[in-house]
């Protein structure tokens, strides 16, 4: 179902090494490298200020176990740092700073994930130890070895780059620090696959219509998720970008996957 080597950028025959031929995915489409981000963009803008009530409804609410899960192998403590990377409207970060952690820089491309992000925040009375700042997670601006803990969750694969991420994660964590990835991945229970396809293709697209006014973002969602790299892949991308002890864990019959990597 998965496209192991989608993660890659791909060169058209025709005219190797020539930039403007590089292409991407963006859904089941190979868009020119440079498309990429600016339609994501547009994703995100377009469901911002419907994204958490369209996760419950499209996860059936499945999406706050899987958060919950992996904050609890994230393990916050109080002395360590969280740079929380395509954050969007900060579940990853709540959960670390409800969980006890130390100060959460939470980050994401698109103001407008952000902002509403920003808003939860304060509903929630975090005001200290946080700070917000618009991050492409390809290119993070900050110095090497800089913090204890990096997250994405549903964030690398709208990544163009995705070992660039993973290699800046990497740069910017301190030796001895954590990076952790939730993101969809490979259903690995056969019985599963066909009403996940169902789901995906028909259910998710029909919602999105119906509630967010926008049918194609939910049929990128669906489609982004079939292009990611499955499980054992992202585990040899982690160990590509430089971590040690990686490991992972399928979710729900492998719908999602916790992946973890160390900087030695
Ligand atoms: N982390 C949140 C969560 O788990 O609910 C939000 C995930 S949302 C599906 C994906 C987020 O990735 C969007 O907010 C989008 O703006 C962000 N994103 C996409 N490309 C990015 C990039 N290159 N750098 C940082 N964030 C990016």
């Given at each position: 179902?998965?496209?192991?080597?989608?993660?890659?950028?791909?060169?058209?025959?025709?005219?190797?090494g020539?930039?403007?031929?590089?292409?991407?995915?963006?859904?089941?489409?190979?868009?020119?490298?440079?498309?990429?981000?600016?339609?994501?963009?547009?994703?995100?803008?377009?469901?911002?200020?419907?994204?958490?009530?369209?996760?419950?409804?499209?996860?059936?609410?499945v999406?706050?176990?899987?958060?919950?899960?992996?904050?609890?192998?994230?393990?916050?403590?109080?002395?360590?740092?969280?740079?929380?990377?395509?954050?969007?409207?900060?579940?990853?970060?709540?959960?670390?700073?409800?969980?006890?952690?130390?100060?959460?820089?939470?980050?994401?491309?698109?103001?407008?994930?952000?902002?509403?992000?920003?808003?939860?925040?304060?509903?929630?009375?975090?005001?200290?130890?946080?700070?917000f700042?618009?991050?492409?997670?390809?290119?993070?601006?900050?110095?090497?070895?800089?913090?204890d803990?990096?997250?994405?969750?549903?964030?690398?694969?709208?990544?163009?780059?995705?070992?660039?991420?993973?290699?800046?994660?990497?740069?910017?964590?301190?030796?001895?620090?954590?990076?952790?990835?939730?993101?969809?991945?490979?259903?690995?229970?056969?019985?599963?696959?066909?009403?996940?396809?169902?789901?995906?293709?028909?259910?998710?697209?029909?919602?999105?219509?119906?509630?967010?006014?926008?049918?194609?973002?939910?049929?990128?969602?669906?489609?982004?998720?079939?292009?990611?790299?499955?499980?054992?892949?992202?585990?040899?991308?982690?160990?590509?970008?430089?971590?040690?002890?990686?490991?992972?864990?399928?979710?729900?019959?492998?719908?999602?996957?916790?992946?973890?990597?160390w900087?030695?």
């Amino acid at each position: 179902m998965t496209d192991n080597a989608s993660y890659e950028t791909h060169e058209t025959a025709d005219a190797p090494g020539a930039a403007s031929d590089k292409t991407t995915d963006f859904g089941y489409r190979a868009v020119p490298l440079t498309e990429k981000k600016p339609l994501v963009r547009a994703v995100f803008d377009s469901v911002a200020s419907r994204y958490d009530v369209m996760n419950d409804l499209m996860s059936l609410g499945v999406h706050r176990v899987w958060k919950r899960m992996f904050n609890a192998q994230l393990a916050p403590q109080p002395g360590l740092s969280l740079l929380d990377l395509a954050g969007g409207t900060g579940d990853v970060t709540f959960g670390w700073l409800a969980g006890g952690g130390g100060p959460a820089i939470m980050t994401d491309i698109n103001e407008k994930m952000l902002a509403v992000g920003r808003d939860r925040a304060i509903a929630r009375g975090y005001v200290s130890d946080l700070s917000f700042c618009v991050v492409d997670a390809e290119q993070i601006p900050l110095a090497d070895r800089s913090v204890d803990r990096v997250t994405i969750s549903f964030g690398l694969r709208n990544c163009t780059d995705k070992l660039a991420v993973l290699k800046e994660a990497r740069r910017v964590l301190k030796p001895g620090g954590r990076f952790m990835c939730l993101e969809f991945s490979q259903v690995q229970v056969a019985a599963l696959a066909p009403v996940y396809d169902v789901w995906s293709f028909k259910v998710l697209p029909t919602m999105g219509q119906l509630i967010a006014k926008d049918r194609e973002s939910y049929q990128y969602l669906a489609e982004s998720i079939r292009m990611f790299p499955d499980q054992e892949t992202l585990a040899d991308m982690f160990r590509e970008a430089g971590f040690a002890h990686v490991k992972y864990q399928s979710l729900s019959g492998g719908i999602a996957a916790i992946h973890s990597g160390w900087r030695l």
